[in-house]
């Protein structure tokens, strides 16, 4: 009963005067609060002018988002979503528990936008071993996942108007985050080898940034061959522009010697490295980190500390734990043998329901393959991904990662959320709809 005054009165709804007894408040606290609606009924639709160019931009990018529609189908070949399964939650648990137990300013205030120190070092010593990257713990910046750090290369290095060269076929969050900043796009074409580093040279004379994912080129899978990496450096040189690293699956890499990253053989600072944990642990972790060269780290700091202030500290501090520990690189073993497993399922699932009608891009390596269907049109793909998705198929195509036509009827199938037996039952469930459609 005494502790329901305290509370009371501390919330300001009592008022107490030493002598004469407590009284409920003369001025109660939510007096004065206006009666909320759930939305003004005059609430006007915004103006085309009542945004920013940015925030058009912006809008028609996320109306192209996929991944938020109601119900998942009930075998989903969405790319870019990891077995959430694999992952050790009750470990991560702990060691978030951990984290929060140690109830000091250093977790609780404000912090640096760099990162926490013991995370910046932990995730130095992971890619200097890991992929060869050439850096000290202060070149790192700690991140909310790629997006963001695409999203800070945007702002830091570019102007309205400025030049980024992109891969045809890319990743959309790279196009996303370069063109809503104003940057005119450049598309420089892939082939088996990446970017096509001798088209890029004819047909480009100025540019700031070049965007790849040489590793393990998203959404083709082609990974760029050492000479054709040091040509593109040299490019750069040339141009004055800095190469933009991505490498967002390459801990998923499933025959042979791991490649280097383009950034281990920069010698003249001009690669910015990009690396997230979405593959590796789980997207919603919204956790990544850039290495910089030298020259960009107050800059590029500056920008985070406008844009967030910094990543959020009791997950950097788990994170850390869970690096220098040997928990990440102990997961990613684990989950590298699973998703071999899974990838061969799905290309012994294809050849089996499909024999040679497709046509695979396979680079042993990712969480996602390209696959091409000769006897359908680039505008037969939706009429395959609409017959996949009624007998319960999630497949997507690949023509928003192109500028202009991509030339024929291609999916990126993801398959790391799925096991071997319901690969196989949506692929033959594929083939039922593919069936459909060309038999009309
Ligand atoms: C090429 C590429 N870069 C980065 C990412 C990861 O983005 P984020 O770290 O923002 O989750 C993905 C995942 O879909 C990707 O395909």
């Given at each position: 009963m005494l502790l329901a005054y305290d509370q009371l009165l501390a919330e300001g709804y009592l008022d107490s005067a030493v002598g004469s007894g407590t009284f409920v408040a003369a001025n109660l606290p939510d007096d004065g609060l206006p009666k909320s609606?759930?939305?003004?009924?005059?609430?006007?639709a915004a103006s085309p002018h009542a945004v920013s160019r940015a925030a058009v931009a912006a809008q028609a990018a996320f109306a192209q988002a996929v991944g938020f529609r109601g119900q998942a189908p009930t075998y989903d070949f969405q790319y870019g979503v990891p077995n959430v399964l694999d992952f050790p939650h009750e470990l991560w648990r702990r060691l978030l528990i951990s984290a929060a137990r140690r109830r000091s300013a250093k977790i609780l205030a404000y912090a640096h936008p760099s990162g926490v120190p013991e995370l910046r070092e932990a995730v130095a010593r992971y890619v200097r071993q890991a992929r060869a990257v050439a850096c000290s713990a202060e070149n790192i910046l700690i991140v909310n996942g790629s997006q963001q750090a695409l999203d800070l290369v945007a702002r830091t290095l570019c102007d309205p108007g400025d030049r980024v060269v992109i891969e045809n076929p890319h990743y959309s969050g790279a196009r996303n985050a370069f063109s809503v900043a104003g940057a005119s796009l450049v598309p420089v074409p892939v082939d088996r080898g990446g970017l096509s580093v001798e088209t890029g040279e004819q047909i480009v004379s100025d540019a700031k940034l070049i965007y790849v994912t040489p590793s393990h080129q998203f959404p083709t899978g082609a990974i760029m061959p050492l000479a054709r990496r040091i040509a593109l450096l040299n490019w750069a040189e040339a141009l004055g522009a800095y190469v933009v690293e991505d490498?967002?699956?390459?801990?998923?890499?499933?025959?042979?010697r791991p490649i280097e990253a383009v950034q281990a053989l920069d010698t003249k600072g001009r690669v910015i490295y990009v690396g997230t944990l979405s593959k590796t642990m789980f997207p919603s972790f919204r956790m990544g980190y850039m290495v910089l060269p030298t020259a960009l780290v107050e800059a590029f700091c500056a920008m985070k500390y406008v844009n967030d202030?910094?990543?959020a500290i009791l997950q950097q501090q788990a994170l850390a734990m869970f690096l220098s520990e040997g928990h990440f690189e102990r997961h990613v073993r684990r989950s590298r043998v699973r998703n071999a497993a899974r990838r061969e399922a799905l290309i012994a699932s294809l050849r089996r329901h499909f024999g040679d009608r497709v046509q695979i891009a396979d680079e042993n390596s990712g969480l996602h393959l390209l696959v091409w269907f000769p006897d359908l049109t680039a505008q037969e793909t939706p009429a395959l991904a609409q017959a996949a998705e009624k007998l319960g198929v999630g497949v997507y195509s690949v023509a928003p990662y192109f500028i202009g036509d991509p030339g024929g009827c291609g999916l990126v199938l993801g398959y790391a959320a799925l096991e071997p037996p319901g690969i196989d039952a949506g692929i033959a469930l594929l083939r039922r709809g593919w069936d459909r459609v060309t038999t009309q």
């Open positions: 609606r759930q939305r003004p009924s005059s609430d006007p490498d967002y699956d390459s801990e998923f890499r499933y025959l042979g202030r910094h990543s």
